[in-house]
């Protein structure tokens, strides 16, 4: 039955242009945070339940680029029940953070290569869920270079058949960064031939430090990805308070609500009514009972 009514909310927000229209009680949250995967899925999906979430996120090896762990059928398929029983949302897998598609360097390009494709492969596992993939870093050969080669890389990889659509994260802009604009982003998208297995992953720490005011004015950030991306392509955010303000371009996460993006923003962005249902996702610098007050308190400020 649940299913049933949010698979109609869903339409309706997709249907109507009026938001008002979304009935109360009927709102799905889909709240989680980032977990360690070193005990596997159904581990991580236990610890979600514990901590009061229901989705969240994982890397898929270790951050800095490992081999990955052998895939443990049985522990999916007890995931897969599980998450199942508790209604989770769908999860994000996040790639590791020092791969970089784009990178100058043809054998930092190719070792890229190998753990994306490697990585959605073995999403075909867990099918219809996320993997969180940062565009890159030019390093040096300018952002057009860069858009190229992420589009070009994942066009080699992304195949029909994958069961995962890879999202691409909005980023800071610090250093060489690409995507800390939404129009970077969309010319990845643009280039990408199979535009059904890529979205995007909106992070608030990297939209402010990018320069998008999500606290002085959301709407306006919102309908500019709408107009860019396209809010259809928006399927998760990470939602981080930022160290520093504004424009900063420095990406360093803060606990929500102690930093320059404060507890009010945070809570219009997850109650905002285009947002609803998108899956949110805690990046902020705790342990588990840091990200458990956290998920209670959105949950309670969740309208
Ligand atoms: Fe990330
Ligand atoms: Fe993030
Ligand atoms: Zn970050």
Known sequence: MIKKQVIFTKKLLRDSANPDLILK??????????????????????????????????FTRNPRGGKAKELDIEDIAKYLSFAEENEFGKIVAHAPYTVNPCSADKKTREFAHMII????????????????????????????????LTAELLNHILEPDHKTVLLLETMAGKGSEIGSGFEEIQMIIEKIKLKDKVGVCLDTCHVNDAGYDIVGNLDDVLDKFNKIIGLDKLHALHINDSKNPFGARKDRHEKIGEGYIGMEAIMKTVNHPKLQ?????????NELDGYQKEIELIRQLFK
């Not at 709102?27 to 899925?41: D, E, N, P, V």
């Open 117 to 148: 494709k490697d990585d959605m492969n073995r999403m075909n596992y867990l099918p219809g869920n996320y993997y969180n993939l940062h565009p890159g870093s030019h390093t040096g050969q300018g952002v057009e270079q860069g858009i190229n």
């Open 25 to 58: 009680g009927i709102k799905m949250l889909y709240i989680g945070c980032h977990l360690s995967a070193t005990k596997g899925y159904f581990h991580m999906g236990k610890t979600a339940k514990e901590i009061g979430a229901n989705t969240f996120q994982f």
């Open 277 to 285: 249902g998108k899956l949110f996702i805690l990046e902020t610098p």
